[in-house]
Nanobody
Framework: QVQLVESGGGLVQPGGSLRLSCAAS????????MGWYRQAPGKQRELVAT???????NYAGSVKGRFTISRDNAKKEVYLQMNSLKPEDTAVYYC???????????WGKGTLVTVSS
């Protein structure tokens, strides 16, 4: 059973940085595209960034140049380094794992990021 556990959220001032982590278990990590999504209050969940096992990345335009996604295939972990944070980055951030074989995705429970002075 695939399980994803996020950590690293919290309160940060505008312009600050946070690093989110997602630990995966119960899966062959290398066959999964890993991603970060976020959902702000009253809004739909949206893509933040994805990364393939080979390291190919994709970013939402709103975070490009500020956020960096990475993964450690040996540790079965994926990270999101968030710099120059803005109040509009406030959201619950979810880790997602999508199998390249079945297309099925699994979600973590999320971690809250609040950007406020």
């Amino acid at each position: 059973q695939v399980q994803l556990v996020e950590s690293g959220g919290g309160l940060v001032q505008p312009g600050g940085s946070l690093r989110l982590s997602c630990a995966a278990s119960g899966m062959i990590f290398s066959i999964y595209v890993m991603g970060w999504y976020r959902q702000a209050p009253g809004k739909q969940r949206e893509l933040v960034a994805t990364i393939t096992s080979g390291g190919t990345t994709n970013y939402a335009g709103s975070v490009k140049g500020r956020f960096t996604i990475s993964r450690d295939n040996a540790k079965k972990e994926v990270y999101l380094q968030m710099n120059s944070l803005k109040p509009e980055d406030t959201a619950v951030y979810y880790c997602n794992a999508r199998s390249t074989l079945s297309g099925m995705g699994t979600w973590g429970k999320g971690t809250l990021v609040t950007v406020s002075s």
